[in-house]
């Protein structure tokens, strides 16, 4: 038989349970270690996991709530598990990176052998910085990344003009109907404008260049039946976009069938060359930032290291704050983080 406290606290519970947000707080007041956790006065600043050090490291950025963004220092070797958060920095700035991972002791920073980042400026500067015998290594992903964006900027601009010459052929026509109805004296009539003309496939212009977004990020064996179709008006009615589209093909390629350094610099130098004689401006400008990246791009083909762990690790945070609805407590939030990756 149940005595009346036995009683009073299964309601209790069911009552919690039915009110997630009265559950979250229970568990962060009472039932975790989070009000006895150490690092909870500075888990908004940063948080330091010196053991989960290694010799090959990621560094990366993430945002939590209302753009406001942290960078993260992951081991590779947890393989985006357990043990895989090295530390949390609360912004991108250089100066705080170098503050925070200087905890490390210099013996075991000593031992780091390779981390892989972005583009990033400041994170170049605290990762030289932080660990001195470390080689840096820019993933591939965000070089294509960026290659990529040029192609679109190449779209966009096409689709631009087209909306513009649509809307002009548009008021062009309106015009001369509204005046030859205005001749006749049946100026009440409502003008009806003509649909504008389609292609083969059915798109007009402007829908052509806007539903060829995903299709220029992709290679063309994963194109679809229809997208190899699209792809096929698309370079015909506007040569240059494959023209682009192409020079990106051929950087893919440097990073498929490099072999070495040595061969993937040959490669990157005559790539660059075709870019800069190209009327490619956005490309242009990509070309010129892997010229000055150029000797950390080619860490990559050392032993092919790639930020692929770092970025899981990103998806899992995002993740789990779309989860949660976003984040009200970045406090409790790291305490659950750490749990599950510190």
């Not at 030859?180 to 496939?201: D, W």
Request: aromatic share 8%; glycine share 6%.
């Amino acid at each position: 038989m149940l005595d009346n406290n036995t009683v009073t606290n299964r309601s209790l519970e069911a009552t919690l349970f039915v009110n997630g947000d009265d559950v979250g707080q229970a568990y962060r007041d009472h039932w975790s270690d989070f009000p006895t956790w150490e690092e909870r006065g500075h888990a908004t600043e940063y948080l330091l996991h010196a053991g989960n050090i290694g010799p090959r490291l990621s560094i990366d950025e993430t945002s939590l709530t209302r753009g406001e963004l942290y960078t993260l220092l992951t081991n590779n070797a947890a393989r985006g598990g357990k043990g895989s958060i090295v530390a949390t920095v609360k912004g991108t700035k250089s100066e705080d990176i170098i503050r925070c991972l200087r905890q490390i002791p210099a013996d075991e920073r000593a031992k780091v052998e390779v981390v892989t980042m972005d583009f990033s400026e400041s994170m170049r500067i605290a990762v030289e910085a932080a660990f001195p015998n470390a080689r840096i290594a820019v993933d591939h992903f965000h070089i294509i990344r960026l290659a990529q964006e040029a192609v679109q900027q190449e779209r966009i601009a096409c689709r631009k003009e087209a909306m513009e010459r649509q809307a002009a052929e548009q008021r062009r026509t309106r015009g001369m109907m509204e005046f030859a109805l205005g001749v006749t004296g049946r100026k009440h009539i409502r003008v009806s404008l003509p649909p504008p003309g389609r292609l083969e496939n059915g798109d007009t212009r402007v829908e052509l260049l806007a539903r060829s977004r995903y299709l220029l990020f992709s290679t063309p064996d994963k194109w679809t039946e229809s997208q190899r179709q699209r792809a096929g008006i698309l370079f015909a009615q506007y040569p240059h976009i494959k023209d682009v589209y192409n020079l990106v093909g051929r950087l893919r390629a440097i990073f498929r069938l490099g072999k070495n350094p040595t061969d993937a610099a040959r490669r990157l130098s005559q790539w660059y060359d075709e870019v800069m004689e190209s009327r490619f401006e956005h490309l242009k400008v990509v070309a010129e930032t892997i010229l000055s990246r150029f000797d950390h791009i080619l860490e990559y083909f050392v032993d092919h290291a790639t930020n692929a762990y770092a970025e899981s690790i990103n998806s899992k945070i995002k993740a789990f704050r779309c989860s949660l609805h976003g984040v009200s407590d970045p406090a409790f939030f790291f305490f659950r983080v750490m749990r599950i990756l510190g």
